[in-house]
């Protein structure tokens, strides 16, 4: 008998519209598919089309395009965070409010050579400055989580990066803070997603304590590199799933998460009824060994 007092599982796929899906964005869409589907919970998808800059006309479309070719259908409307801005309006206002983030007139050639800021318009941009940006405030930040595939991690923040960016130079918001909120509002209570994504957590995770917001669990997933051991890229062109060959591209995905399917099915619908019906979260941590 399900508990009504507790939240019902909801996982997001989230893709930046820079390009059409590939066999790496397959994997982790999966990922979160098997596992919503595993806890009998609801699969939204979020497009981050945030960086009107990067985004390519077109492409969110074909996601969402080539994810129903493989049997990804979310259960509700797709999210567009270009639609929220009144959410990011109001977080910014509210951390503004508090004390909590500051104008900053730095670019990135103020950071340390380890890519930190150091802090130098946290008490005051110097005179006759122009504000750049808009930084939160870290201080002593320490942050501690447990991800369900990499184990407990723990990232002193004013370490780490230092003072990051909420707001952009060129008045974007950043990716930090529209997936704090995003990942909160809608009551997201797990976040399956790449392990190049680890490091965005702790800063994340910050953000929401600022706010007072809800904070989901994690489990990050071992990504797929190329030959080099690049990490597949839509910005890079990676081998697009759109017009591919559909049931190689889901055996792989597949495989890279631990659930090798029987030779004996040939169709994408008998792969994802396979995956349904065998998927053993327990097994991705084995990618991590």
């Known amino acids: ?34 596992q919503a589907r595993y806890h009998h919970g609801r699969w939204l998808i979020r497009i981050d089309d945030i960086d009107p ?20 259908f979310p259960d509700a409307p ?41 802090g130098h318009c946290r008490a005051g941009m110097p005179p006759g400055a122009q504000q750049r940006s808009l930084r939160v405030r870290c201080e002593q930040a320490q942050i501690s989580f447990m ?31 529209c997936c704090a909120v995003d990942d909160a509002a809608p009551t997201i209570t797990e976040v399956v997603r790449g392990m190049d994504l680890l490091d965005s957590t702790a800063q994340q995770i910050h953000i929401r304590r ?11 997933i071992p990504v797929i590199v190329d030959e080099h051991g690049k990490k597949l890229s839509k910005r890079d062109q990676a081998d697009p799933l759109l017009h591919g060959d559909h049931i190689t591209a889901m055996r792989q995905a597949l495989t890279h998460l631990q659930h090798p399917p029987p030779a004996a099915i040939t169709s994408i619908d008998g792969l994802l009824t396979w995956a349904l019906s065998h998927w053993q979260p327990a097994r991705l941590s084995s990618a991590w060994a």
Not at 53 to 72: D, K
């Open 78 to 118: 797709v999210i567009y965070q270009s639609q929220r801005a009144a959410l990011y309006h109001s977080a910014i206002t509210q951390l503004l409010d508090q004390d909590l983030a500051y104008p900053c007139a730095c670019s990135r050639a103020d950071l340390d050579r380890n890519g930190r800021y150091p």
């Open 210 to 220: 600022l706010l007072q917001l809800h904070s989901p669990r994690y489990a990050h």
């Open 147 to 177: 991800d369900a595939l990499a184990g407990a991690q723990h990232i002193h923040l004013q370490q780490h990066t230092g003072d990051f960016v909420i707001r952009r130079a060129d008045a974007c918001f950043a990716y930090q803070l």
């Open 53 to 72: 800059q990067r985004e390519r006309p077109g492409s969110a479309a074909s996601i969402v395009a080539t994810l129903e070719q493989f049997g990804l």
């Open 1 to 34: 008998m399900s508990d009504p007092c507790r939240p019902v599982y909801t996982g997001r796929f989230a893709p930046s519209p820079t390009g059409e899906l590939h066999l790496g964005s397959l994997a982790t869409a999966l990922a979160s598919y098997l």
